[in-house]
């Protein structure tokens, strides 16, 4: 095998196992969602296949021929690499939440063929050490080789692929493109057989390819669908990786049907004067508020921050969204700077991945940003979820009473006491947020929650931890239904 094979086939296996790696999280998004808990079992599990396929790649070369070896490690973990996305989509539904089924699904995915793969570089280093003597030079450049494989792996998949195709179709192009790398580092001797393989590889890949997954678009960064409401044909359900997003009535923009979003337009009636207002979305999800506001509120500048371009057009193809706000693309924490200060009536924080809200829009110095560019009256409405001890919504209250003059909670009771959970609707504001004013519209809707202020508010807070740039372990928070 010449050095130029030998450094090829290196190059190209390590770039592979971390193109595995980062299209791991979009496979698994629709079962498990996105948080950090994720990520942190897909990239531990991942390590965990390079270090075994490493060790055993290394005794295999000093077992057997290792000349023999490349070519059948890299077929088979194109094969396994085929094949991961079909095993998530059939065991992803059963899994559950937590830590365990998030390294079990991981694993059962992605595993094989990161160690696989990984067992290749020490094979090619035992066929190109020469002597003893040779042993630091050989090692250290096929590892800066192999790791300028993965960094070309990470930033090709990252900043281009995903954005320019569909998950399953690069699956199949890196299945397909392992098996043929394989099939021609075999050689003339056992072409006959590689060749068959190949075959079967394309064959299995182009089913990949054309298999639609559970996403009816997926996303730079979420796996969506839009559901019909069986129970209002003109109803629309946004639901983004595993959970219900946003719900709009195509007929009917002032129908609110998430109790969370009926708490906010209580909350904007009560403490907001008639007339237009000066709004700033922060996630724009289906669009809701932005028609609930055209409509109830006409005149009504809203700008809203989207981190997912495709979202907005999935607004317009299947929600109805006629440009009733403008739309600005990026994070809200380096795009919210454009907004001039002391210039907005009414913040609406509604951005999630999968049920959690980012970790960086829930801090102290983002929530003071909020503050600048509000009116000395305005109003901040946040939506969070959270279950059990519900450290989360805690500590969200938390923070914003350490920017704002008056914080409210608004949950049905059996949220504030622990136990059971779901949507939180947190209020910050400069000036004195009517609570009862809220308590009688939600009680004209018949409504079941409750708004809690003063020392209920304190006693709920209890000992919960500011959330601040260095310190926002959000997904550890959460605890989940």
């Given at each position: 095998m ?17 193109i595995?790696?980062?299209?791991a999280?979009r496979?698994?998004?629709?079962y498990?969602g ?7 079992g897909?990239?531990g599990?991942i390590?965990a ?5 490493a ?7 000093d ?5 023999r ?5 890299m077929?088979a ?6 094949a991961?996305?079909s095993?998530?989509?059939l ?8 830590p ?14 990161a160690?696989?793969?990984?067992a290749v570089?020490?094979?090619?280093i ?8 040779q042993?630091?030079a050989?090692v250290?450049?096929?590892s ?11 930033f090709?998949?990252?900043?281009f ?8 179709p690069?699956v ?24 068959a393989l ?10 990949l390819?054309?298999a ?5 678009f997926e ?14 044909p ?9 959970g ?6 195509l ?5 609110l ?30 669009f809701?508020?932005p ?7 006409t005149?009504t ?7 997912d ?7 317009k193809?299947e ?16 795009t ?13 924080g509604d ?19 909020i ?11 946040i ?17 914003m009473r ?5 914080v409210?909670?608004?949950a ?17 504001s400069g000036?004195?947020?009517n609570?009862?004013?809220i308590?009688?519209?939600i ?13 209920r ?9 500011i ?5 926002a ?6 605890d989940h239904?």
């Amino acid at each position: 095998m010449s050095q130029a094979v030998a450094r090829t086939i290196v190059f190209v296996t390590s770039a592979s196992v971390l193109i595995i790696e980062i299209l791991a999280g979009r496979l698994l998004a629709p079962y498990l969602g996105v948080s950090l808990e994720v990520f942190t079992g897909i990239i531990g599990v991942i390590l965990a296949g390079i270090s075994l396929g490493a060790w055993l790649g290394g005794r295999a070369a000093d077992s057997f021929e290792p000349k023999r070896l490349p070519g059948p490690l890299m077929i088979a973990g194109g094969l396994a690499a085929i094949a991961s996305p079909s095993l998530i989509d059939l065991l992803g539904p059963g899994v559950g939440d937590g830590p365990i089924s998030i390294v079990l699904l991981s694993a059962l995915g992605f595993f094989l063929p990161a160690a696989l793969l990984s067992a290749v570089t020490p094979v090619v280093i035992k066929i190109r050490l020469g002597s003893l003597s040779q042993t630091g030079a050989v090692v250290g450049s096929y590892s800066a080789i192999g790791t300028a494989g993965a960094i070309l792996g990470t930033f090709v998949t990252g900043f281009f692929l995903i954005a320019a195709f569909p998950t399953r179709p690069i699956v199949a192009g890196l299945g397909i493109g392992l098996v043929f790398g394989g099939a021609l580092v075999i050689g003339a001797g056992r072409r006959s057989g590689a060749l068959a393989l190949l075959g079967l590889a394309a064959v299995l890949g182009g089913l990949l390819a054309r298999a639609e997954g559970p996403c009816q678009f997926e996303t730079t960064y979420h796996c969506a669908q839009v559901l019909v409401d069986s129970n209002r044909p003109s109803g629309r359900i946004l639901v983004l990786d595993r959970g219900f997003n946003s719900y709009v009535d195509l007929e009917d923009p002032t129908h609110l049907e998430f109790r969370y979003a009926r708490v906010m337009a209580d909350v904007i009636e009560a403490i907001l004067p008639g007339g237009p207002l000066s709004v700033l979305s922060i996630g724009g999800g289906g669009f809701t508020f932005p028609a609930y506001l055209d409509a109830i509120r006409t005149g009504t500048n809203h700008v809203v921050l989207e981190i997912d371009s495709e979202l907005v057009e999935i607004g317009k193809a299947e929600l109805g969204f006629a440009d009733q706000a403008e739309v600005i693309v990026g994070d809200a924490r380096s795009t919210i700077g454009a907004t001039a200060a002391g210039s907005i009536d009414l913040v609406i924080g509604d951005a999630f991945s999968g049920l959690t809200v980012p970790w960086h829009l829930t801090t102290l110095e983002f929530v003071e940003s909020i503050e600048s560019i509000m009116r000395p009256d305005g109003v901040y409405v946040i939506n969070v979820i959270d279950y059990g001890d519900v450290d989360f919504a805690r500590s969200t209250a938390r923070t914003m009473r350490e920017v704002f003059a008056s914080v409210a909670v608004i949950a049905p009771p059996s949220y504030l006491v622990g136990g059971e959970g779901g949507n939180f609707v947190v209020v910050g504001s400069g000036q004195s947020i009517n609570a009862e004013s809220i308590q009688l519209l939600i009680g004209r809707r018949s409504g079941n929650e409750v708004i809690i202020t003063g020392e209920r508010l304190d006693v709920f807070i209890a000992d919960a931890a500011i959330l601040r740039d260095d310190y926002a372990p959000v997904d550890q928070m959460i605890d989940h239904p």
